[in-house]
């Protein structure tokens, strides 16, 4: 899909990126901007420009939001995916705990990644070619439900409303302990940890970055609860700080509970919902809550 638009006076000497930002319909972010301009899809008067090129009143920039094409670096592995819907713009798959989302360092096989490109022709490329089709991710012990975009601008469209947080999901996971109230707001910034850079802490009151959950109790056993968690931001391991946070670290969290307490990370992607990135209809997608999560005996 292509876009043409003409500067106005308004917005005289402002960089092309923040130009496209404001005025480009469907943008999710300066960095994907950036992508395209690296990929030659930006012409400002019929010729490339740089991303810090300062726009004049007048100008005629062009976008190609660019095709997606097949993955060429990452191997295509058979794989048996749980597909819960799929069209030509997006999928929704239920991802097994234990699957990691893409390929990270040397592990270039073995994720889901390389199940999608298997079984797509082709696979959105905005986050980059070892991430194709991935909006979001799930940690590699997380279960649940995964969007999937085919196509760049559903992948734009999708990220938008990430960014804009209209995007509502539900986690379901069984913690340690009794909590105390039916529903709660964990309002706690979060930052990189200091000395464990793959792990994330709660951050000094005015640092990190702002990270709200929701939660609600599904039910109660005699030493662990089941939860509902709504997150409304989309920090790394937000959900697993906060309920440690909060006292109640979820079961089977080897980073941030105890070793052994369950049989695998008790947390499942249960829900979510979202405007479709072409006909703009309104779709929500469940799966069911895993029954080892159900069990009265751990």
């Known amino acids: 899909m292509k876009q043409t638009l003409t500067v106005a006076q308004e917005h005289e000497d402002l960089r092309l990126d923040v130009y496209l930002a404001q005025n480009l319909t469907d943008v999710p972010s300066r960095m994907f901007i950036k992508k395209l301009a690296e990929k030659g899809l930006v012409k400002v008067n019929g010729r490339l420009e740089r991303i810090k090129y300062k726009v004049a009143a007048g100008d005629t920039v062009e976008v190609d939001m660019g095709q997606a094409a097949a993955p060429q670096d990452i191997p295509a592995e058979k794989m048996d995916l749980d597909v819960f819907y799929e069209d030509d713009d997006l999928a929704v798959i239920n991802k097994p705990p234990g699957l990691s989302v893409h390929p990270a360092g040397s592990a270039q096989s073995g994720t889901l990644v390389n199940g999608l490109i298997w079984r797509y022709r082709e696979l959105s490329d905005v986050n980059g070619a070892d991430r194709p089709g991935i909006v979001h991710r799930l940690d590699r012990d997380t279960s649940g ?154």
């Open 145 to 298: 439900l995964i969007l999937i975009a085919k196509t760049n601008m559903a992948h734009a469209r999708l990220g938008r409303q990430f960014e804009k947080h209209t995007i509502i999901k539900r986690y379901v996971a069984r913690v340690e302990g009794q909590v105390a109230f039916d529903q709660g707001v964990i309002d706690v910034p979060l930052q990189k940890h200091k000395k464990y850079h793959d792990h994330r802490q709660v951050a000094p009151e005015g640092e990190g970055k702002e990270a709200v959950t929701l939660y609600q109790v599904l039910k109660r056993f005699r030493s662990s609860t089941l939860l509902a968690l709504y997150p409304q931001t989309g920090r790394t391991h937000q959900l697993r700080v906060h309920m440690k946070h909060l006292g109640h670290p979820i079961l089977g969290d080897e980073k941030y509970g105890r070793r052994g307490s369950f049989g695998r990370l008790a947390l499942h992607a249960q829900a979510i919902a979202f405007a479709h990135p072409g006909t703009k209809a309104y779709l929500e997608f469940s799966c069911p809550t895993p029954p080892e999560f159900l069990k009265d005996d751990l």
